[in-house]
């Protein structure tokens, strides 16, 4: 067996060892700098405030202040904020929903003229910062008399958004035509092609997007910032970035909240991790 | 298929079949949903945003109209070159870095080790934070005197900077966060670079090829479609740069009406819109910003597709 250049005195074998320590070695320090700041967040939560300005960093906390989450109740009105961003999330979800295996359909699976001249369109206006729309839009939805309502944050899904619509595409297109082509010659009409057939096909891009969607709508700050101006509509963002600005320095409780904040997240990530992460792979390039 | 639909073209208009008909009208209206979307949340804003760019509007009163007024005021205002370098900096320093780290994890991740999907799923759980919660917590990790990143930079003997009241550093420390947040790339990357089949690798050996040169010459080239796709999607956020900026620049200077944070070094372009339209009503000035930022996606995004074109690799499919 040849080796290569320089590595004539060592044995493959040793190589190979080298090589894996080094492999461990640095995922070992990737995941310290990964978690560590996670890790930051959640114990700080639950820090003693007089520990968590000790010049010494606490790595595990001693006393631990679970009351602080009730605290966080009592000084926030949590559950409203939670019940609005349910629904900026989960709106939004269904429409996106609706929309985008229906267009992705069109596009790849039913032949005709438009769809190859629609697809570049659609990439096209992937690329426009909604910072271009935002102020015909916010005073088109405050004419309709909309402002203050969760409308404009959830109605454009159900038209479908160009970075779903292209991940849907990505999928669908991938799925064989022999199918559909046999449940078109038994007679069936194309909308129970697409419920019975193409969504059952398309579980592990549909739950990406759902989850994708979900996440984008439980985060998005911008939009709540437009358009919600009375505090009982405020999501969790705006709500904790003005607790951000009303309790400067309480680092335990702003750590608390941000954790009660991420803690649906991750358990959404971990249930649906292995279909997620498997849709989120059929994006490859822009073809 | 060419010919015939070259022939028919030459025929011109002539009929479809009664088949294709069918297919026309429910592809039509299977994309309708787009079609309506793309017209009143597309065309239509970005047309009044060119129209309102050149009058005085406030949302409450009609539009006045006031021609180059805005533009005139924008070329002459330091802010507004602020911004532009801001968004600048950021992109130039923080997409090339992004995608490098997020390219070697996955790289990373492609080796042969035990225990790769517990590795994938820290690197990745970073990205499900929310962006405000991320914020607060760099806010508090990046605290020059008790947050922990200077703490332990100080145990390697080195007195970390004044990361978010130095102007020269609060870039840098939202970099420092988004980096920490690439695992959406990094999955992505991580795909492409399973796609890869593994018979060039071993042929590459064969012929003698180190790693290094295995990765430059076979890997790179075989996913230079996943780079630019990674590539566009990053220019994208950067160029709509707000959320992670909004909050840390509301912290560092909390009296004043225009947040840009120290000496107005967090002050991106999204930021700077958004405050001239919705803390000041300005929109006719805010629309000649978002004009100019339309411009500017559509030179910047068709160079970057041109060139990127040239490199892109889509052959080895």
Redesign the interface.
């Known amino acids: 067996m ?1 080796d ?2 320089k590595s004539e005195f060592i044995s493959p074998k040793l190589r190979k060892g080298i090589q ?1 320590f080094f ?2 070695f ?2 070992a320090l ?2 310290f700098l ?5 890790y ?2 959640v114990t ?1 939560a639950i820090k003693d405030p007089n520990k ?2 000790a010049s ?2 606490q790595w595990i906390p001693n006393p631990a202040h679970w009351e602080n989450f009730s605290e966080i109740f009592r000084r926030m009105p949590l559950f409203t904020y939670i019940k609005n961003t349910l629904v900026v999330a989960v709106l939004p979800v269904i429409g996106q929903m ?2 985008a295996p ?2 992705a ?3 790849t699976k ?6 190859k001249y ?1 697809f570049p ?2 990439l096209a ?16 939805w ?1 004419k309709l008399g909309l402002i203050n309502t969760f409308v404009p944050l959830c109605l ?1 899904a ?3 958004a160009p970075y779903y ?1 292209y991940l849907m595409r990505q999928f669908v297109k991938g799925l064989p035509d022999s199918v559909i082509e046999a449940a078109r010659i038994d007679g069936a009409g ?1 909308f129970r092609i ?1 419920y019975t057939l193409v969504y059952p096909m398309c579980k592990p891009v549909i739950t990406t997007i759902m989850v994708l969607v979900f ?1 984008s709508g ?2 998005d ?2 939009g709540p ?2 358009y919600l101006q009375d505090s009982a509509k405020y999501t ?2 705006i709500g ?2 003005m607790f ?2 009303s309790a ?1 320095q309480e ?1 335990d409780l ?2 608390t ?3 009660m ?2 803690i649906p ?2 358990v959404i ?1 971990f249930l649906a ?1 292995k279909q997620f ?1 498997g849709g ?8 | 298929m060419n010919l015939t639909a070259r022939e028919k073209s030459k025929k011109g208009k002539q009929k479809m079949s009664r088949m ?1 008909k069918r ?2 009208r ?6 309708s ?6 017209l ?3 065309i ?3 047309c ?2 060119l129209y ?1 760019s050149f009058t005085d ?1 406030n ?1 409450f009163q009609p539009a006045k109209w006031v021609g180059l007024k805005n533009y005139i005021q924008l070329f002459k205002n330091d802010l507004f070159y602020k911004s532009l370098q801001n968004t600048l900096y950021v992109t130039v320093i923080g997409l090339p870095l992004g995608l490098v780290v997020s390219l070697s ?1 996955a790289t ?1 991740l492609n ?3 035990k225990g790769l999907r517990v ?8 990205t ?6 991320s914020a ?6 990046l ?1 020059p ?2 947050g ?1 990143l200077n ?2 930079l100080s145990l390697l003997g080195i007195k970390g900077p004044s990361w978010l009241s130095d102007p020269n550093y609060t870039k840098l420390s939202l970099l420092i966060m988004d980096v ?1 947040r690439c695992g ?1 790339t990094m ?2 990357f ?3 670079l ?2 890869v089949p593994p018979s060039l690798y071993e042929a590459a050996q064969l012929d ?3 790693p290094v040169k295995r990765f430059f010459k076979i890997t790179l080239p075989y996913i230079s ?2 780079i ?2 990674n590539m ?1 999607m990053g220019l ?1 956020g950067y ?2 740069y ?2 992670q900026a ?2 840390f620049a ?2 560092s200077q ?1 009296q004043q009406t225009i947040t840009g944070g120290p000496k107005n070094s967090l002050l991106f ?2 930021l700077y ?2 405050q001239q ?2 803390s000041y009503l300005k ?1 006719g000035y ?2 000649a910003m ?2 100019i ?2 411009v500017i ?2 030179i910047v ?1 068709f160079f970057a597709l041109r060139i990127s074109e040239k490199r ?1 690799n ?1 052959d080895v499919e």
Do not use: D
Request: aromatic share 22%.
């Open positions: 040849e290569t250049g894996k492999v461990y640095l995922l990737f995941s990964f978690f560590v700041p996670f930051w967040m700080t968590i300005f010494t960093p609706l929309a229906m267009i359909y069109s596009l039913i032949p005709w003229k438009g769809s629609i369109l659609i206006t992937m690329m426009v910062p909604w910072q271009v729309t935002q102020v015909p839009l916010y005073s088109t405050s454009p159900f038209f479908g619509i194309e697409l996440i439980w985060n700050l911008n910032l437009l969790l963002s904790l970035q951000l600005t400067r680092w702003l750590m909240a941000s954790t904040f991420t997240l991750v990530f991790q992460i989120i792979s059929t994006t490859s390039g822009l073809k | 294709e297919f026309f429910i592809g039509l209206l299977f994309v949903p787009w079609i309506i979307g793309f009143c949340f597309q239509f804003p970005i009044s945003a309102y509007y949302v994890l990373l080796q042969q080790a590795f994938r799923t820290l690197f990745y759980l970073p499900v934070v929310p962006v405000v919660a607060m917590l760099f806010l508090w990790v605290n005197e008790y922990l703490n332990l920490w959406q999955i992505i991580l795909s492409a399973k796609a003698g090829a180190g479609p996943t630019q796709f566009i994208i160029f709509q707000f959320t909004f909050v509301s912290v909390q372009y999204s819109l958004y339209g919705f929109m805010a629309s978002a004009i930022l339309f996606v559509m995004s892109v889509y």
